[in-house]
């Protein structure tokens, strides 16, 4: 199993420009999760999602978008993006129950500038 | 508001033994997580706890108090690998994770 995978490991966007983050897991779980790092801060929850088709805003929602097509892929969008996201972003996932272990995927390093 | 705290930095010598500590205000309560983290790369599971009390997993071992709204980690025979940032984690009424700053440890031989 290749666990939870995340693309691309690292990009720089202009002001303005959109991306997708692609996070893809092969362990059919069920609950997976869009999180955001900055420096000397703590994980903040942008979305997350329950199951196919059904997702949910999390702490920081605003300037992201997702879809939950499928069990594996998790996909984030970054629309008109500004330096305030500027940050590390990790995509996760549990199985069953909202409390289980979260997996995390290596993480993306995105840059605005 | 929410709110988890932990100490920014902690420095321990190879071999010997180390606490955090953590405290969390959340609405309501649904279980404290610690997570590893070393630099560079994605956190990875630890410990839960739910209940009061310690919960021992080989060298790591993880207190929980909900009365004090306090946990902390320890860490035995610390090695050079350990050096990484522990996050502490609150799950809250809703069961979102609210998560802490981390505290970077610092291993010196």
């Known amino acids: 199993n290749a666990g939870v995978t995340q693309t691309p490991k690292f990009r720089i966007l202009k002001i303005g420009q959109s991306m997708t983050l692609q996070c893809t897991q092969d362990?059919?779980?069920?609950?997976m999760y869009w999180y955001r790092q900055d420096p000397g801060m703590g994980l903040k929850l942008i979305y997350y999602s329950v199951g196919a088709g059904i997702t949910d805003k999390g702490e920081v929602p605003n300037g992201y978008n997702v879809s939950r097509s499928t069990t594996e892929d998790f996909p984030l969008r970054l629309e008109l993006a500004a330096p305030s996201q500027t940050s590390v972003y990790f995509c996760?996932?549990?199985?069953?129950?909202?409390?289980?272990?979260?997996?995390f995927g290596p993480g993306t390093r995105l840059t605005v500038l | 508001g929410q709110n988890i705290d932990q100490p920014t930095e902690m420095t321990a010598t190879e071999g010997a033994i180390v606490q955090i500590n953590c405290t969390y205000q959340?609405?309501?309560?649904?279980?404290l997580f610690w997570y590893q983290q070393h630099a560079g790369e994605a956190p990875t599971f630890l410990s839960y706890?739910?209940l009061d009390g310690l919960e021992e997993k080989g060298r790591f071992s993880s207190f929980l108090s909900r009365s004090k709204g306090y946990s902390y980690l320890l860490l035995k025979e610390l090695q050079m690998k350990d050096s990484a940032s522990y996050l502490c984690a609150g799950m809250d009424s809703n069961y979102q994770l609210i998560w802490g700053a981390g505290t970077k440890l610092i291993i010196k031989p």
């Open positions: 706890n739910v």
């Open positions: 959340t609405s309501g309560f649904n279980g």
């Open positions: 362990m059919n779980h069920n609950y």
């Open positions: 996760a996932s549990s199985y069953r129950e909202i409390t289980d272990t979260q997996y």
